[in-house]
């Protein structure tokens, strides 16, 4: 079964500092990796989604990169800002089956 | 098109009780998934469904636990009976094929 962990589970920067939120799965048999973030009591919105053939995609101030052979995805935030806060979530999609397999999280807190 | 819509957003019921929760995925998907987020397990795929044939319910937690999906415009997850430890949130999301995943706002489960 695919075991996916991220790290760290909580962090808190400064406003304005430029971060990296750390993903890693154990079965690099994958067809994509979406990086997700969710407010407290909402739903979970999409940020970006990375085919297993892509290297990295970016959208505004966020770059995700994929490296599929050692199982690992970082999401990077330039320049944060205090309405970044939320929780990250990454989930894999095995390339057997279609489902998804989520991360524990990484809550962000940027402080003002 | 307004997104994965899921009702209710709340309830509460009584333990015993049966629920029905309810999702209408986004026109031209035919993957559904839903998952259940609790504080001490995170997200965890209960089923889903490829063409409104479920293809995996093998997070169902129980036989009290039913879902289906009769056509591809609406899937339903019922509880019969409710108990307080089936209390959570409870995901519905829909892709096309691989392609990025979208998530509804979520159903928050209070079992008294």
């Known amino acids: 079964k695919q075991e996916v962990t991220q790290i760290p589970a909580a962090l808190s920067v400064p406003e304005g500092e430029n971060l990296v939120l750390n993903c890693s799965f154990t079965?690099?048999?994958?067809?994509?990796l979406q990086w997700f973030r969710q407010d407290p009591g909402k739903g979970l919105t999409s940020l970006l989604l990375?085919?297993?053939?892509?290297r990295e995609q970016t959208s505004g101030r966020l770059n995700a990169s994929l490296d599929k052979s050692s199982g690992r995805s970082t999401l990077y935030i330039a320049a944060s800002q205090p309405g970044d806060s939320a929780t990250y979530l990454c989930a894999v999609r095995r390339g057997t089956g279609n489902q998804f397999y989520f991360g524990t999280g990484t809550s962000l807190t940027v402080i003002p | 098109d307004a997104g994965v819509i899921q009702s209710p957003r709340h309830e509460v019921t009584e333990m015993g009780q049966e629920v029905t929760l309810r999702c209408k995925p986004i026109?031209?998907?035919?993957?559904l998934f839903w998952y259940r987020q609790t504080m001490m397990r995170g997200l965890e795929l209960l089923i889903y469904f490829n063409n409104n044939v479920p293809i995996d319910d093998s997070g169902m937690p129980e036989d009290r636990f039913s879902a289906k999906m009769p056509n591809a415009s609406f899937s339903t997850l019922k509880i019969q009976p409710s108990e307080p430890r089936d209390s959570a949130v409870y995901f519905c999301?829909?892709?096309?094929?691989?392609?990025?995943?979208?998530f509804g706002q979520g159903t928050r489960l209070t079992v008294v």
């Open positions: 026109s031209g998907h035919d993957y």
């Open positions: 990375i085919q297993s053939s892509q």
């Open positions: 079965d690099s048999a994958i067809y994509n």
């Open positions: 999301a829909s892709s096309f094929a691989t392609a990025e995943a979208f």
